[in-house]
């Protein structure tokens, strides 16, 4: 469990906060979604949940961030790294960029905390499997569609066995391709009990798969609930965030005296 | 761990395809150093071509690399030894004046000064350049970690060799879009000065916004922890390697201590 | 922060004494030059093995003195977070691609192979600009080798750069790097006024010396080359147009960083040419293959003999070449957004806090 407990935060070397009295708990094994405008602090907030703000990034933090019950407060990154692991965007510079394999990207968390060998293959492989890229093991991570970038750096920091993840817009940078190869992972991790916070502007992606969605604007969080009722809110194009194509085709449709429901009716 | 897992690490490490490249990489590059460095302190021409013909054509030959290391390292010292050539030549003092450019002299003491600092910098382009030609930088750095390099050292002297050809490939994007600008890099000296900035702000700004990320990345696979980590495949070293080491070693010192005190006269 | 300025003194004053004591004991570095093999082996060799025993035992002592006061080693294990590893290959790659296509292209005789670590050491504190200037040139010659981007030549000197590296960190560390807008006039006064003072005394006791034998700049021009009179009087414009240049950047930025960036790289400028001088004498017979060769055969043939047309032409061209790069790191650290430079470990030191 990962919770968020009336928290701010402030960047180092900046004189407002960006974000504001966040309260936030995401059970083990709960996938939430997290959307919200440009600039509304999903990023900040990620790094926030993450622990890495204010652990490696400095700043200023008030509230507190726990896990399973414990304050992270004053933890190093490494310590955090097993608790908690964190993706962005850009597959590129999540690579370590010392590597001449996938399976050596892969090993290098495990191998950062010392684990015998025997105990890193083991987790490697583990994580390549659950991503289902044992093929591409031997490739050079220099040599990967964005995609594959991508599915690499989630395999790196599920080596970690962290028992929550957060996502800063895994597939901002990806083509259709790409987003379908992570959005498949995404269901293939939520399937091993690990706990998801995904910020995601592609609000298909997050329809079907996550229980929960929270909106962010100007640092606070201005709606959470399920996510069927948070992507159905008439509200959420004002926040910036476009619905799913489902509900638009919907509306769409109801706009023009046509029920979807109807319809996919007489399809059946 | 079982014998096919064993067999499958070690087939990461880089292929060692001869007799030469399967020397150790600490022994390699103890070899081309202690090369050099004999080659400068004995000075003349015998000593530092004797070590040329004797001991780095031989192990080029048999490393199979023979016409490859000729290739890089005439590409490596033609430079310089078109500016040694035209300066000693020209600029030595001495008493016998072979002919006159303007106020500069060539005598035949600038001939025999330039001849000696060529073999010695062939000897050294060459020492160095067998060494690159045989071993893997990965290989070399990870022997050193094995024998008690930090890993964060470690990781700075690999990443070193993914930046630099990411760089080059920014500056030579970023020198053609400015010249297509219109960016001076002909004229006179003032317009050349004021050419720097446009040129080097560009390619370190671009890459410096990556070390941001990859920082992070990097955190949540506990790069940060302190302690030695277990690698996943070793560089192969025989028996005999460390004694070699030693002896060269000491051969070293002895040239080095007869040189400088005296001991032993100058060979021509 | 007084108890790091105790340590900052006892490693600076125990690395002076022991490279005085060093040079008392091997004697003179003047004067006995081979001319046959162009350069005193022992006598180089001797200086080399003095500065790297006096920079050791200054590093030494600091830390000593650090971990009788604190019990720890923060201070040094402080300055390699993350953040400041990742930045090191990237630092190197700037030095050595910049080193070898900038000014390349440029055509002009400077080296501005010391971007990236002046960068490190102002950013992250004296110790890892040290080491990143030391794995640069080690890089650079054994992990590139094989690669036409490699250079047999780079690792002898990478005790300058490592000098270099040092010295940045500790400018970085007093603010050398901070920028000062608008600066009232009456500081920008007294601060450029200072200056210049420092600069000309550089110049008085740390370059001038050097060109007392060959070139003399204000001595009997009688049977003297016209062509080396004329070099003489086209430096010395230069210096001039420099020094006139700098005064009216002051006035017109009213920035007073600009001195303090000026003077650091005039600084470490002269530092790093008398030590390299004796490495690329004894190493390659003075030349290393750049525009700057051109120097080392004028004053040669003005009479010097190699080590000191090696020098000569190092107190010329190295001041330049690290004003410049001390410049463009001021420029570039300005450029760079707060958010990034603030999370190093001596961010703040080195570009100031907002509104500051």
């Known amino acids: 469990m990962l919770e968020l407990h009336r928290v701010s935060y402030r960047y180092a070397g900046y004189a407002t906060a960006v974000l504001h009295d966040i309260e936030l708990t995401i059970a083990d094994g709960e996938i939430v979604g997290l959307v919200g405008p440009n600039e509304a602090g999903k990023s900040t ?25 414990e304050l992270m407060a004053g933890r190093p990154p490494h310590e ?29 968390g495990p191998m950062n905390l010392g684990l015998p060998v025997a105990e890193t293959l083991a987790r490697t492989r583990e994580a390549l499997a659950t991503l289902g890229i044992e093929d591409i093991a031997e490739r050079s991570p220099n040599r990967l569609s964005g995609g594959q970038g991508q599915l690499v750096a989630l395999a790196s920091l599920l080596a970690m066995h962290p028992r929550h993840v957060v996502l800063d817009e895994p597939t901002a940078q990806l083509d259709p391709e790409g987003t379908r190869l992570v959005g498949e992972a995404l269901r293939a991790l939520a399937a091993t009990g690990t706990a998801l916070l995904v910020t995601e502007h592609k609000t298909d992606l997050l329809d079907g798969l996550c229980q929960r969605i929270i909106v962010i ?52 | 761990m079982s014998e096919a897992d064993v067999a499958f690490l070690q ?21 081309a150093v202690a090369e050099s460095i004999a080659a400068f302190v004995i000075g003349g021409y015998v000593g530092p071509l004797a070590i040329f013909g004797l001991a780095v054509l031989p192990a080029a030959a048999m490393a199979g690399v023979l016409r490859r290391l000729v290739r890089v390292s005439v590409v490596l010292t033609l430079p310089i030894a078109i500016s040694v050539v035209l300066i000693s030549v020209f600029t030595r003092a001495g008493s016998t004046v072979l002919f006159t450019v303007g106020p500069f002299d060539a005598t035949v003491e600038g001939v025999d000064f330039a001849g000696q600092v060529l073999v010695r910098l062939i000897t050294l382009s060459t020492a160095i350049g067998l060494f690159g030609l045989t071993t893997e930088p990965r290989a070399f750095v990870f022997d050193l970690e094995r024998r008690g390099l930090s890993p964060q050292l470690a990781f700075a002297a690999t990443a070193t060799l993914e930046a630099i050809p990411a760089m080059l490939e920014r500056a030579k994007v970023i020198q053609a879009a400015q010249r297509a600008r219109g960016l001076d890099t002909e004229g006179r000296i003032a317009d050349r000065l004021r050419g720097v900035l446009p040129l080097v702000g560009p390619v ?65 | 922060m007084s108890g790091s300025w105790v340590r900052i ?88 691609v910049l080193g070898q296509t900038v000014s390349a292209a440029l055509k002009i005789p400077v080296y501005l192979d010391s971007i990236g670590t002046i960068l490190v050491g102002a950013l992250a504190g004296p110790i890892p600009g040290l080491l990143t200037g030391l794995l640069a040139n080690l890089i650079w010659t054994f992990v590139l080798a094989g690669t036409p981007l490699g250079s047999p030549y780079a690792w002898p000197f990478a005790i300058v750069a490592a000098e270099i590296g040092l010295l940045a960190g500790i400018f970085g560390r007093l603010g050398f790097f901070r920028p000062r807008p608008n600066t009232p006039t009456p500081q920008l006064v007294v601060g450029t006024v200072v200056a210049l003072a420092v600069l000309a005394a550089l110049a008085y006791w740390g370059i001038l010396p050097a060109y007392t034998k060959g070139v003399t700049f204000f001595g009997d021009l009688s049977g003297v080359d016209p062509f080396f009179v004329l070099m003489a009087y086209v430096i010395a414009a230069v210096l001039v147009i420099a020094a006139i240049g700098l005064v009216v950047i002051l006035f017109t930025r009213r920035d007073l960083g600009v001195a303090y960036v000026v003077v650091g790289g005039a600084i470490c400028g002269v530092i790093s040419a008398i030590i390299s001088a004796p490495i690329s004498a004894v190493f390659f017979g003075g030349v290393t293959g750049s525009g700057t060769d051109f120097l080392v055969a004028a004053f040669q043939q003005a009479g010097s003999s190699l080590s000191e047309s090696v020098l000569q032409q190092g107190l010329i061209s190295d001041p330049i070449d690290k004003t410049i790069t001390y410049i463009v790191v001021f420029v570039l650290l300005r450029t760079l957004s707060r958010r990034f430079t603030a999370r190093f470990p001596q961010g703040e030191q080195a570009v100031g806090l907002v509104g500051a």
């Not at chain 1, 969080?221 to 619905?243: F, H, K, N, S, T």
Request: hydrophobic content about 50%; charged content about 15%; some cysteine.
């Open chain 1, 45 to 69: 907030l990620c790094l926030v949940a993450s622990g890495l703000a204010p652990a490696s990034i400095g700043g200023a933090l008030s509230g507190s961030l726990s896990i399973d019950g």
């Open chain 1, 80 to 108: 955090l790294a097993e608790r908690v692991a964190i993706g962005f965007q850009n597959p590129d510079t999540q690579l370590s960029g010392v590597t001449a394999t996938v399976f050596e990207e892969v090993a290098l």
């Open chain 1, 217 to 268: 604007d100007g640092g606070r969080i201005v709606l959470d609930g399920p996510a069927g009722d948070v992507l159905a809110d008439e509200r959420l194009p004002g926040w910036g965030v476009e619905p799913p194509s489902r509900i638009r085709l919907a509306r769409a449709m109801a706009g023009r005296g046509l029920d979807l429901d109807l319809i996919a009716g007489t399809l059946r």
């Open chain 2, 11 to 31: 087939r990461l490490a880089p292929p060692t395809p001869s007799s030469y490249h399967r020397l150790n990489p600490f022994t390699k590059a103890l070899a």
């Open chain 2, 204 to 268: 370190v700004l671009s890459s410096l916004t990556e070390v941001e990320e990859r920082t992070l990345a990097l955190e949540v696979r506990a790069f940060g922890r302190r302690g030695r980590r277990h690698l996943l495949w070793t560089m192969p070293e025989a028996t005999w390697e460390a004694p070699l080491r030693w002896v060269l070693l000491a051969v070293l010192v002895v040239i080095v201590a007869a040189r400088l005190t005296g001991a032993w006269p100058a060979i021509p």
């Open chain 3, 9 to 96: 003194a006892a490693g600076v004053l125990a690395a002076i004494i022991v490279a005085v004591i060093g040079v008392q004991v091997s004697g003179t570095f003047q004067g006995s030059v081979d001319e046959a093999t162009g350069g005193n082996t022992s006598v180089a060799n001797a200086f080399m093995l003095v500065l790297a025993i006096a920079l050791l035992i200054g590093f030494v002592v600091y830390a000593a003195v650090e971990y009788a006061q604190t019990g720890a080693l923060r201070s040094i294990s402080s300055q390699f977070d993350t953040r400041t590893i990742v930045l090191m290959p990237i630092a190197i790659a700037i030095n050595i």
